[in-house]
C-alpha cells in the first residue's frame, strides 16, 4: 500500500470500545496494560512503514448507544501516541466524546502526528450544519497549536456493518457536504482567506 504512494490507515476501535465490550472485567490498570499488547501488535504490523505513511483510527464504537461505560481519552492517550503512526483519527463528534479535546491539553499530540478529528457524527441522520464543523475544527487547531496539523475526518465510517444502516445514503452526502463547507469556513478564518 504504501509502496504504491497510497496512505494506510488502521482502523483500530478495540483500543477505546473494547474496554467496556471484552475487558470490563478488568481495573483500568489491567485494560492499559492490555492496550500496550494491542499498542505493540500495531507496531509490529506496520513496520518498516514510514510514520507518515500511516493513520490509526480510533473510536468508541460506531452504535448509536448511550457510551455511557467508554474509557476517556485521557486515560488512554499516552498509549496510542506509542503508535508508530503519523497521525490519529479520534472520535470527536458523538456527543459523548466532544469535549475530549480537553485530553489534548493534559497530553499534548506529540509534533510527529497530525490529529484528524471526527467533525461528523456517523451515527445520525442530523446533518451537521457547517459551522459546527468549522468550530470543531477550529477547536482542534487551538489545541494542537498548529492549523497545519488538523485534518477534518468523521467520527467512523457510514458503513461499518454490513447490512446495517445508521445513516441514509443519501443523508451521508449532505453529511460530507456540510464537513466540506465547514472545513472551507474554518480554512478561512485561519488563515484569512480562502485556501482551494
Not at 499498542?39 to 510514520?51: F, K, S
Not at 480510533?58 to 503508535?83: F, K, M, Q
Not at 442530523?126 to 459551522?131: D, G, I, L, Y
Not at 489545541?143 to 465510517?157: F, K, L, M, P, Q
Amino acid at each position: 500500500i504504501s509502496a504504491a504512494g497510497h496512505i494506510l490507515q488502521v482502523d483500530s476501535p478495540d483500543l477505546a470500545m473494547e474496554r467496556h465490550r471484552f475487558f470490563g472485567h478488568l481495573d483500568e490498570r489491567a485494560f492499559l496494560k492490555q492496550l500496550e499488547l494491542h499498542v505493540a501488535a500495531i507496531n509490529a504490523a506496520i513496520a518498516g512503514i514510514a510514520r507518515d505513511r500511516v493513520r490509526l483510527h480510533v473510536c468508541w464504537g460506531n452504535n448509536d448507544g448511550p457510551h455511557i461505560y467508554d474509557i476517556p481519552l485521557t486515560s488512554i492517550l499516552p498509549e496510542l501516541y506509542r503508535a508508530n503512526v503519523g497521525a490519529l483519527s479520534i472520535e470527536f463528534a458523538n456527543p459523548r466524546h466532544q469535549h475530549e479535546y480537553e485530553a489534548l491539553r493534559v497530553h499534548p499530540l506529540p509534533a510527529s502526528m497530525l490529529l484528524i478529528p471526527g467533525v461528523l457524527d456517523t451515527t445520525t441522520n442530523f446533518v451537521e450544519h457547517p459551522q459546527i464543523v468549522a468550530r470543531r475544527l477550529q477547536e482542534a487547531v487551538a489545541v494542537v497549536g498548529d492549523r497545519e496539523r488538523v485534518i477534518a475526518g468523521t467520527d467512523c465510517g457510514f458503513g461499518t456493518f454490513a447490512g446495517r444502516e445508521y445513516v441514509a445514503e443519501e443523508v451521508v452526502w449532505f453529511k460530507l457536504a456540510a464537513a466540506a463547507e465547514g472545513a472551507r469556513i474554518a480554512s478561512a478564518a485561519l488563515w484569512g482567506r480562502h485556501r482551494t
